[in-house]
């Protein structure tokens, strides 16, 4: 079962309302496809959206990777040999961890096919249905209140509250005018976006402990590189802190555990390079006692599907976030995860469940 061909094919889609974070405002889904087929005539799909403030890799240097780097290193390549498929895709460039991601999750589609499995029985097979949790954007105190009032109606009981944009006591502002609207019931994890400097961090959380919001966990309070700074707002919370932009690979994540910088670890595909570095990423955590949460950025169905079957393989990994595909206008993917309200359920399909002859229509004319 050798690779024949890789292609890259450009989507967007938009977003109902823009998703808004420290870092970024996004109002269309950006991304490029990646369709891997074997001599045997099947096909292999993959995603990665451009996520400049995050990963570095933009449309551009997604295609490029892809189609001028990756993909003459794979032509002929055995997808059964797959320690030195991923081999090759980690050797063939530094970084640009978004289009690795998309090439990996294509040949593990693969894989699954060739192997009659889904890919997360492939991988470990620990539950087949998983919840997502659903963003509130940062905007005002009573926007956010009217959108979380909202999405609880919709019948999401978990909220990640993007928050770490102006000044601190907005912030606390903003979670308060949350936890008044919907009440005690839903839990509600935030997400700073390294929006915060550790003392700021250790002083927002201590007021949002004593005037009791219960909050469930932080992400990412402080700098990416700031590993130190991270481990100081560990160290003087009792909230659980959370590492996201500080762990692209296992070695971060490395760090991170054996510094006790995190209580927990977002792992996200397009930060690891794919499925196989993030595995590897959830193992150690698990050696350490701490538990993953799978996250995405702005993906459409495709690359969440790709996650998803990572997050619902394994025991470790205990908390999904996955409501990307829910803030897009159109879905234009063909098979793959099944939403039905804040559940997930997987496909039974082999590989990543995709409909073969509906992916083939995208970038011809439908979804674009
Ligand atoms: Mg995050």
């Not at 087929?37 to 990777?65: F, N």
């Not at 894989?111 to 492939?122: D, E, S, T, V």
């Not at 794919?274 to 595995?279: F, K, N, S, T």
Request: proline share 4%; with cysteine.
């Amino acid at each position: 079962m050798r690779i024949r061909s890789i292609e890259t094919i450009p989507v967007a889609v938009p977003l109902t309302k823009p998703f808004k974070t420290a870092l970024r405002t996004v109002t269309t889904a950006y991304a490029v496809y990646v369709k891997v087929t074997s001599d045997d005539g099947r096909t292999g799909w993959g995603e990665a959206p451009p996520t400049h403030v995050i990963t570095g890799d933009s449309l551009g240097s997604i295609t490029y990777a892809i189609e001028e780097v990756i993909a003459p290193q794979l032509i002929g390549a055995d997808v059964r040999n797959r320690e030195e498929v991923f081999r090759l895709i980690k050797r063939s460039i530094v970084r640009n961890t978004s289009a690795k991601a998309a090439v990996d999750m294509a040949i593990y589609d693969l894989i699954g096919q060739f192997a009659g499995l889904p890919l997360y029985q492939l991988l470990g097979g620990f539950r087949n249905e998983i919840e997502t949790d659903f963003t509130v954007s940062v905007n005002d105190a009573a926007e956010m209140a009217d959108d979380a009032e909202r999405y609880i109606a919709e019948g999401f009981n978990v909220l990640k509250v993007k928050v770490g944009i102006g000044d601190i006591s907005d912030d606390i502002g903003r979670i308060r005018a949350i936890r008044e609207r919907v009440g005690t019931g839903p839990k509600i994890r935030l997400d700073a976006n390294q929006g915060w400097r550790p003392k700021e961090a250790v002083f927002a959380i201590g007021k949002m402990e004593d005037a009791g919001l219960d909050i469930e966990l932080i992400e990412q309070p402080v700098a990416a590189d700031d590993i130190d700074g991270l481990a100081y707002v560990t160290n003087h919370t009792l909230t659980p802190i959370m590492a996201d932009e500080s762990v692209f690979s296992a070695k971060d994540a490395l760090r991170v555990l054996e510094t006790r910088a995190a209580d927990l670890i977002n792992i996200k595909l397009m930060k690891s390079g794919g499925i196989h570095e993030a595995l590897k990423i959830n193992a150690l955590a698990e050696t350490y006692g701490v538990e993953c949460m799978v996250g995405s950025m702005i993906e459409t169905k495709l690359g969440i599907t790709a996650a998803a079957h990572l997050a619902a393989s394994q025991p470790n990994i205990t908390r999904f976030d996955f409501d990307a595909p829910l803030m897009l206008a159109e879905d234009i993917v063909a098979g793959g995860i099944v939403y039905d309200g804040r559940t997930i359920r997987m496909p039974g399909e082999p590989g990543l469940g995709l409909d073969a002859a509906g992916m083939e229509l995208i970038g011809k004319g439908a979804g674009e």
